[in-house]
């Protein structure tokens, strides 16, 4: 394969300036490579740029690669072609490290982890990239893993022992929630993950699922659903205002007319009206909401409810759900239990202190179709979140 190097007419430090600084966070402030590692990009259609960019960035530090082209969700060549594309293990003298990147799906997982988890824990790395696009590069991919555990850390602490919180927003939230961690399982998404486990990026978050929601929730970020949409994400302009009762949504509001339609056919489906997650973003890279429909806004930090499927494992919940609506509010501020201070979701203090091990990873699946009217999503699609069973 040619080098990409040779058909950019400057130095590769300076093609594209805004991203380079999230590819060269993404090389070595999260997988740490070094040539004697052994890299694969798995990309689709839709996320070709970001592999591009990032091929640049391991020509530039002399780190040995392959590309390979998939078609999303449903690919019957791709196994092959990603099986002969990796090199026998005692070809690689470090570590088989795999990145993926797709734009609005995730693809293949049960083909990529059969054939990877071929080489040893210590011998392979995987990371799921999500919202491939300029913005994961000139924002998220900003912050590091290190800073990013350090704040999931801070929030964890304090969350996962507490039994009740109050969450407020400048835009009016007024939320009560009761928690029960000994049953429903925290995860914490950092860039961080066991060895030889899979980290999914953009990163910054933690979540669990409520026990209760009451109150009123005011999403004025934007939103992000489980479904592949070209419809503008962003809810700045056009907050969407709901009422909640023991968890379940009772009636909502949005002075846009085609959002509050969007929302109301998201939301149609079985089961689709219950929270089923409480989420907190942690991610100080990400400012400003963007268009796409994305993980970036989801890791804004602020607190966000998923609607309909939860982040359980099977059995915990009692429900399952084809939908995942996240509505995203900007900002936040949390009272925990009986406290009088409250957390500051934007001003977060990093912990020195130790990542609790009971949390999860975040995972994702993605089943091979979701059916659902065009006139919500338009073409079928679907990323979830889910956990890693241990």
């Not at 590091?144 to 350090?150: I, R």
């Amino acid at each position: 394969m040619s080098k990409l190097s040779e058909y950019i007419p400057n130095r590769v430090e300076e093609f594209l300036p805004t991203v380079w600084g999230g590819v060269d966070s993404l090389l070595y402030a999260y997988a740490s490579l070094t040539p004697s590692d052994f890299a694969v990009l798995v990309y689709t259609s839709d996320a070709a740029e970001a592999a591009i960019w990032v091929s640049l960035g391991l020509e530039k530090g002399q780190i040995p690669y392959c590309r390979v082209w998939t078609n999303p969700l449903v690919d019957f060549e791709f196994e092959d072609v990603f099986r002969n594309a990796i090199p026998c293990i005692d070809k690689i003298q470090g570590r088989l490290v795999v990145f993926t990147f797709e734009r609005d799906t995730m693809s293949h997982t049960e083909t990529l982890n059969r054939i990877v988890e071929t080489f040893p824990h210590s011998k392979r790395l995987v990371y799921r990239v999500i919202s491939a696009s300029r913005e994961l590069f000139e924002t998220a991919l900003l912050s590091t893993p290190q800073h990013l555990e350090a704040l999931n850390t801070t929030l964890l602490k304090h969350f996962m022992p507490a039994r009740r919180l109050r969450i407020t927003t400048q835009s009016g939230t007024e939320l009560s929630v009761s928690l029960n961690s000994e049953r429903h399982r925290w995860i914490s998404n950092r860039g961080i993950a066991k060895e030889g486990g899979t980290i999914i990026l953009p990163a910054g978050e933690v979540a669990t699922y409520p026990v209760s929601v009451d109150g009123i929730f005011v999403a004025d970020f934007a939103f992000n659903v489980n479904t592949v949409t070209s419809r503008d994400a962003r809810l700045s302009s056009s907050p969407v205002k709901l009422e909640l009762k023991n968890g379940h949504l009772q009636s909502f509001s949005c002075s846009d007319a085609q959002v509050y339609s969007f929302i109301e056919k998201c939301l149609a489906s079985p089961c689709a009206p219950r929270v089923g997650e409480l989420g907190f973003g942690t991610n100080p890279s990400v400012h400003d909401p963007i268009s796409l429909n994305s993980h970036i806004n989801e890791r804004r930090p602020g607190v966000h409810l998923g609607f309909g499927q939860h982040n359980q494992d099977p059995g915990v919940v009692d429900y399952q759900c084809e939908i995942h609506l996240d509505l995203i509010a900007r900002g936040g501020k949390v009272w925990v239990d009986d406290s009088d201070v409250p957390i500051d979701l934007e001003q977060v203090i990093p912990s020195e202190g130790t990542h609790p091990r009971s949390t999860r990873d975040e995972d994702v699946f993605s089943p091979e179709v979701l059916i659902l009217d065009s006139g919500c999503c338009g073409s079928t699609g679907l990323v979830s979140v889910c956990v890693n069973n241990e």
